[in-house]
């Protein structure tokens, strides 16, 4: 199923109609774990910084998403015997289905629903017997994403917004991780703010 996420992201943006709108958004936030219990024990809150892009045809339209979490981990919680330093990194790739309703003369609701892969890199530095040794690992699970967020026009192309999301993963550890972590279930709380450009027919 992963492997058919590049094509349904692709089929989202390539559906657009020669009039739709276009827009790009920009910006950055915290996301804060809230579940499950294995992925609340690894992590703590954690910066995340976004860029977005698609269209719009009246109302509704398609986004491509990417954004990347520095993961704050606790070493002390972390399975690896000697640990000493953790570097854990989040990269998502989403492609959504997006709505921009009017609320106002320079208001727009945003809701969104993505689905994509999230992608995990961890990189273990720890000491056995006087040695030192690196470790790293990558693992691939599958990502859905509904948010909403409200922008406000402050020119003609340009708007300025805050978002609330809530993205999930699913992730699977087997014989093929360097890094055998428990199979968990990511469910986060983001809060977000940013910029959008927005031409042609994009609502405004």
Known sequence: MLRAI???????????????GGFAELGGGVMVP?????????????????????????????????DWTPINVDP????????LDINANRFRI??????HIKAGPKITISPRFGLGADIQMISATYRLG??????????????LEPGVGVWFSVG???????????????HSYD????????????IDIDLLIGLRFVSGGGNR
């Open 6 to 20: 590049p094509v349904f992201a692709l089929l989202i943006v390539s559906a657009a109609p020669a009039r739709a």
């Open 34 to 66: 809230a579940g499950d219990n294995d992925w609340t024990d690894y992590t703590d809150p954690s910066i995340k910084l976004f860029v977005r892009g698609g269209f719009v045809q009246g109302t509704i339209g398609g986004m491509l998403s990417f």
């Open 76 to 83: 002390d919680r972390f399975p690896v015997i000697g640990t």
């Open 94 to 99: 989403l492609g959504d289905i997006v709505a």
């Open 130 to 143: 006087g040695f030192e040794s690196t470790t790293d690992d990558t693992d691939t699970g599958l990502a």
């Open 156 to 170: 003609e192309s340009l708007q300025v917004g805050g978002e609330f999301a809530v993205p999930m993963s699913f």
């Open 175 to 186: 014989d093929s991780n360097e890094i055998r972590l428990n199979d968990f279930t990511s």
